[in-house]
């Protein structure tokens, strides 16, 4: 799946997706909250109101970089929190290549924060080692978020990613700590949209007059855009990213910019529009 914004070409390469099991997640997403929502189905919500997700990494291609936003769960990793997402063995690095984009020639990596879902692959398994998995890149994390995460770094849920995912980067001198207002090229900057984890940034676009979002984890879900006020049991101060997501979705649904979720199922991405007293991910 790829999307074009200008010269700038977008493309989802999938890890996982699963349909119901996300209310751990978005507990206010009951299949009878769910069902009324007609515009979710087939794409973000089965008949039955389970919610569909998605974890996948988007690569951004610009006249200039090859960045990857985002690195999943990545393989082989344990001490997650997650049952199933222990030991994974998916085919993610052969598909990105499938897809004509070789680790090797990844020059730049961004985690829009670093909770487990987002590093995995900023590292593989060889020999026992955690190596990275784009040694060509500069891996970009947040200042804000880094520092953040490294003083919880006895947080159970959190000591495990750091060790295999972010500290291997870290150590091999690939990370570039940024401001939440980043610009990495002409056409691509961060956003600060902060909320569900402190340093969290989003991923503008902009070429030739047409531009993009891709979200990170402020929204999780695009049920969120009928009811912003539902926040995820990640969000790690629930009032900053419900006015994260209020006050993003009132500029979105002004404006005419491709959505990509992070998390988004199916099509994955849409505008903005409005609907009612909220709004709904339209074509
Ligand atoms: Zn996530």
Redesign the pocket.
Known sequence: MKWRIGEVTVAKIVELEVTGGSRFILPQATPEAIIPIEWLRPDFADERGRLRMSIHALVVETPSRRIVVDTCLGNDKANRRIPTWNNLQTSFLGDLAAAGYGRETIDTVICTHL?V??VGWNTMLVEDQWVPTFPKARYLMGRIEFTHWISQHEREDMSAVLADSVTPVREAGLVDLVETDHRICDEVNLVPTPGHTPGHVSVRIASLGEEALITG?FM?HPCQIAHPGWSST?DSDPVEARLTRERSLTHLGNTPVLVIG??FAGRTAGHVVRDGDAYRLAE
Do not use: L
């Open positions: 909770h879902d987002h984890d999780h990640a992070t998390h």
